[in-house]
């Protein structure tokens, strides 16, 4: 009895917290303070006593869980934010690029003749072109707030699953501690059972008769003999489960729990930084824009050069009515003619000779008279041309149909003269959409409508030598030399198209210009690390030539994307008609791609998953996208009919993008 009750005492010291024990509270930094990870200032009494409640908490048996709770908030937070930041691009970007639409169409308006010219004329061009500024500043903070949204998305992603893996492994082992005590409590009451019926066998409780066994009725002095048996193996069972609890419960405290705690509380402290200086950022771009805009419509004074720009203010008080209608009014003293004679009396000569005469009208010879008429009624002095015009209008509209100017690709888009800007739609050749261009280093709009030079577009961009091939090159290849795992062509594509094509119709469907996409496959195998696709003045303003260049890169690798080793594999698995397995087992055929092809595969199909979300405006799903390029990506098999299960390969994994991609 004695050994028992030793027993119970030890079970119950070690269900005690460890704090209460005399343990070394928990230190994951060897310091005094949990947090003392930050430079903080000397703990007054309160942080003190904060400290200690932590620390008792951090200890206990709800320690795990309540920082679980806590990285969970954190989780949910910063996704919160990342989904601010992607609605609030969102809303930037369609400001900015509709405000950049108003300016361009304004800009035409402006240049009508029958609109107000002049001080107003040049005057407005500048406040349109201050309110192009201001596009250019939403862009750019659309992108940036795009970035951090992607970036805070990627951190919320990498702590979910660094919390998942720490929840399993602390509280497996809380589980592991609290399944050992209970079979301690279990062995403890048996041993107490029999305990108590030897104690009532052995001082001779006589009321309960004789027992039976299996081999006939048994004695008291054998019933207590076999009680006393059993009551020794209970004893030593339940010291071994006492012990295991101890030993268990020790490296629970000891090890388990504190690295626990630890990763938890790491995960936290980052999570919530990165929220923070995601956060610091968001109010440094919001005071970078509104500063930017406050000086592009108010520059700063002290610094007037001749060429620095005015203030919005200073641009409108520019503006002169007097002068504007002088000058117009002034432009048609061409056709106002010369004054005409002084009106005389002239009496006839019969009405008496006592009049005098009057003078004769001695004129030159070549000169005649005012008064006279002929046959048509036109006076002869100042006649006045039928085909005369205002000052300032168009004066000859013949033109030849190869005399048209052709327009320089990298030239201004709003230069030219209302003449020009109004030529009949039959006369000028069909040309790919025009994009805005996001960034500009100069004043988009001319003060003087000049019309633009005539620029021979195949003088653009010569024939340029292959230095640094590009296309016809594996992808093994272009990474051992380039270093990169995804080729630098597919990269200024994707972001092209992903800064300027996204709500283009039928992107990736309508082809582009065959003479841009020589030009542009000739720079790429010269030197492609000379090429930035997020000018669009690099590819011609034209995003269709850019989607026709990615697709035939791929068309001209020597190996497919796909690669031809795994295209039966992948024929296959598209023969499955349930789409959960069907997606598994593309799924395991994708991770067996090279590395090269498998990063490749991965940007391309989170693009074709953006393009496909535009699908409202751009008219492409992930069926037609699947369309143009399933025979792209995986190659031309030798029979026809598996055109259809190519597609049906590509489509299953862009209707399965985050569920294939979304552990890298």
Partial sequence: MDNRDSLDRSSTEVALPPAVDGYPPYNPNGDSNILDGFHQPPPNASENESSGAVDIVLQSDIGVNTLLTRLKQSVASAREFAAFLKKRSTLEEEHAQGLKKLCKSSHESSRRPDNRQGSYARNYDE????????????VQFALSIHRMHED??????????????????GLNAEKRVQDSEALMEKAKAKYDTLAEDYDRARTGDKQSGRVFGLKGPKSAAQHE???????????????????????????????QRPQAVKAILDLINECDAGLTLQLQKFASFNEKMLLGNGLCVSPLKGQNNDGSPRS??????????????????????????????????????????????????????????????TPSGAFHPTPLSDNSQMPGTAQNHRSEPDQFPVQNPGSQPYEGSPHQQNLPSSAVPAAPPQLPQPQMSSPLYSQQPNPPTPVNPDLTHPELPPLRPVFGMSLEELLHRDGSAIPLVVYQCLQAVELYGLNVEGIYRLSG??????????????????????????????????????????????????????????????HIDDDVTRRDSIHAIVNSL??????????????????????????????????????????????IADAGWQVRVIETILHNTYQIFDDD
């Fill in 594 to 639: 090279p590395d090269p092809n498998y990063a490749t595969l991965r940007a391309l199909t989170l693009h074709l998953h953006r393009v496909q979300e535009h699908s409202a405006a751009n008219r492409m799903n992930s069926g037609n996208l699947a369309i143009c390029f399933g025979p792209t990506l995986m190659g031309t098999g030798s029979n």
């Fill in 127 to 138: 406040v349109i072109g201050i309110h192009d500024r201001l596009a250019d500043n939403g």
């Fill in 312 to 373: 919005l203010r200073d641009v409108v008080f520019q503006i002169d009515n007097t002068h504007d209608l002088n000058s117009y009014i002034s432009s048609f003293s061409s056709r106002a003619g010369q004054r005409p004679a002084e009106i005389k009396y002239q009496p006839h000569p019969s009405m008496g000779s006592s009049q005098q005469p009057p003078p004769p009208d001695v004129r030159p010879y070549n000169e005649p008279n005012p008064h006279t008429t």
């Fill in 152 to 169: 805070l998305h990627d951190l919320a992603a990498n702590i979910e699953r660094g919390r998942k893996q720490w929840k399993q492994t």
């Fill in 225 to 255: 003999e076999d009680l006393h048996r059993k009551m020794q193996a209970a004893d030593s069972d339940y010291a071994s489960k006492v012990q295991m609890a101890q030993s268990q419960r020790q490296e629970l405290i000891s090890t």
């Fill in 513 to 574: 210009s065959a003479m841009h996409i020589s030009k542009l496959r000739a720079i790429f195998d010269n030197d492609p690390s000379q090429v930035d696709f997020r000018n669009p003045e690099s590819f011609f303003h034209d995003v269709n030539s850019v989607a026709g260049l990615l697709k035939q890169f791929f068309r001209e690798l020597p190996d497919p994307l796909f690669t031809h080793q795994h295209f039966q594999d992948f024929i296959e698995a598209a």
